[in-house]
T-cell receptor
């Protein structure tokens, strides 16, 4: 069983729509949850992270965490073609200090004109 | 956010040679540095964790004698791939962290191709 699972996609959404990206994790001890965006051939860049159950909003992005269901999601509102990338979910067993991240394999998002 | 650089950004080498990759924190002192690698179409996998002045802690399945990590200062860590082989061809990424902070700052990555 993979530790962090994501649908590989591609997920195709029209420009201006909401993109919903999902991630499940296996370790109930996970404390911190991260979403990264990775363009082809580039290093990942952090979008946002979340610790607590519920929603966390940052601009067009909303992360949602449900620890009981071991599920974390990322919503992208008003999707733009520049949002087309692979989105990586990562989890950490620690909170409050930089520690090992376990990554999912990523979901490729395509925003169409 | 903090800036992390890696050098070189890409390297092509012959099988059997050694390659050194540098990771630098340009505007902060990183207490912990992590080295990841990413094979094509796969996700990032942690190779090792290093703290300044200490020996690196390697993940299971990563050969410490093949992937030498030196964390000589709070701003510099190096990864040396010794006797590289084609199966070592990958995208190597370092990340730096600060004590008391969750966020890790990613370097731009080094693409290694071993012929």
């Amino acid at each position: 069983q993979k530790e962090v699972e994501q649908n590989s996609g591609p997920l195709s959404v029209p420009e201006g729509a909401i993109a919903s990206l999902n991630c499940t994790y296996s370790d109930r001890g996970s404390q911190s949850f991260f979403w990264y965006r990775q363009y082809s051939g580039k290093s990942p860049e952090l979008i946002m992270f979340i610790y607590s159950n519920g929603d966390k909003e940052d601009g067009r992005f909303t992360a949602q965490l449900n620890k009981a269901s071991q599920y974390v999601s990322l919503l992208i509102r008003d999707s733009q073609p520049s949002d087309s990338a692979t989105y990586l979910c990562a989890v950490s067993l620690s909170a409050g200090t930089a520690s090992k991240l376990t990554f999912g394999t990523g979901t490729r998002l395509q925003v169409t004109l | 956010g903090a800036v992390v650089s890696q050098h070189p950004s890409w390297v092509i080498c012959k099988s059997g040679t050694s390659v050194k990759i540098e990771c630098r924190s340009l505007d902060f002192q990183a207490t912990t540095m992590f080295w990841y690698r990413q094979f094509p179409k796969q996700s990032l996998m942690l190779m090792a964790t290093s703290n300044e002045g200490s020996k690196a802690t390697y993940e299971q399945g990563v050969e410490k004698d093949k992937f030498l990590i030196n964390h000589a200062s709070l701003t510099l860590s190096t990864l040396t791939v010794t006797s590289a082989h084609p199966e070592d061809s990958s995208f190597y990424i370092c990340t730096n962290g600060l004590a008391g902070a969750d966020e890790q700052f990613f370097g731009p990555g080094t693409r290694l191709t071993v012929l």
